[in-house]
């Protein structure tokens, strides 16, 4: 059964996949379980697949689109809804999510995103998590995986390290090509993010968490000791209590976290002769 009317051509620089499939979209507004006391925010309502569902049981939907030519399909589409919807045209990448916040409620940010965008606008909403609930997206699953994984996995590294330093991930279900329209090449699935209020691990300073991370994995079959040479030797990481013989993917968040304090807390040699 297809919801999508034919008066729009799916656009591709837009990463435009219209959800067609009755059943996943039940699905996942299940999962979101949407409730009237909710402020939702949906990146890229595309035809409103998913937004109708959700304006029936939100009290507030603000949706965001980059393609002007869907807004004005929505606007009318959504007339009856009045003041409950709003929808803005711009760029997802963008936009100050912190200034739809109108009261004392968290958002809740939902979308099925275009592939090519969605770990930046991840990381752009993680940053600014402190004014957001949950988050529920459709990604690319081979994406999902990556960021739900845990050491010593195959597919664990600086996707799911940063993913997991900011929220709690949870892969939920698989979807098929065919539920899109036009169907794309790889399977999804949806994933929920729910931002920790105190973060379980939390560096000293997060650029320096970002380059610890980012270097551990130059060469993923090499060693700590190799890879961290540029920052610190493989004594030091022993000092810490890290087993520099290791391969990046055994260490554990907190792990990365102790070996960015102590970067952080470490003088440059400059400043240690000085004061001396
Ligand atoms: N939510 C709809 C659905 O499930 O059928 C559409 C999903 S489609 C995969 C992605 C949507 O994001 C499209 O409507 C596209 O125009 C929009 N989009 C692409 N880039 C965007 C951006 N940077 N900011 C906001 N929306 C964007």
């Known amino acids: 059964m297809s919801k999508r009317p034919p008066m729009h051509q799916a656009r591709k620089r837009f990463g435009q996949n219209f959800l067609h499939d ?30 109708e569902e959700l304006l029936d ?26 003041d409950k919807f709003r929808i803005f045209e711009q760029d997802a990448m963008k936009f100050d999510f912190e200034s739809l916040r109108e009261d004392e409620r968290p958002l809740r940010v939902v979308g099925n995103l275009p592939y090519n965008i969605s770990t930046q606008l991840i990381f752009h909403l993680l940053h600014h998590s402190n004014c957001i609930l949950d988050m529920h997206f459709m990604l690319q699953k081979e994406v999902v995986d990556r960021m739900a994984a845990g050491p010593g996995e195959n597919n664990y590294g600086r996707l799911g390290i940063m993913t997991q330093y900011w929220c709690k ?28 209020t105190t973060l379980p691990a939390e560096a000293k300073d997060i650029k320096m968490l970002e380059t610890v991370v980012r270097t551990s994995f130059t060469m993923r079959r090499k060693t700590l000791r190799n890879n961290l040479k540029p920052l610190l030797s493989g004594d030091e990481l022993s000092e810490l209590g890290i087993d520099p013989s290791l391969r990046p993917e055994r260490l554990s968040l907190p792990e990365f976290v102790t070996i960015s304090d102590y970067l952080s807390e470490k003088k440059p040699a400059s400043e240690e002769a000085e004061s001396a």
Request: proline share 11%; hydrophobic share 40%; no cysteine.
């Open 57 to 82: 049981e939100a009290g507030a939907l603000d949706a965001i689109e980059l393609d002007r030519d869907l807004p004005p399909i929505l606007r009318s589409k959504f007339f009856s809804y009045g």
């Open 169 to 196: 991930v949870e892969k939920l279900f698989e979807v098929p090509p065919e539920s899109f329209n036009p169907a794309p090449k790889v399977d999804s699935a949806i994933v929920r993010l729910t931002p920790y």
């Open 22 to 51: 009755a059943g996943i979209i039940r699905r996942i507004i299940r999962s979101i379980a949407p409730h009237e006391s909710d402020h939702m925010v949906e990146i890229g309502p595309g035809l409103g697949a998913l937004t």
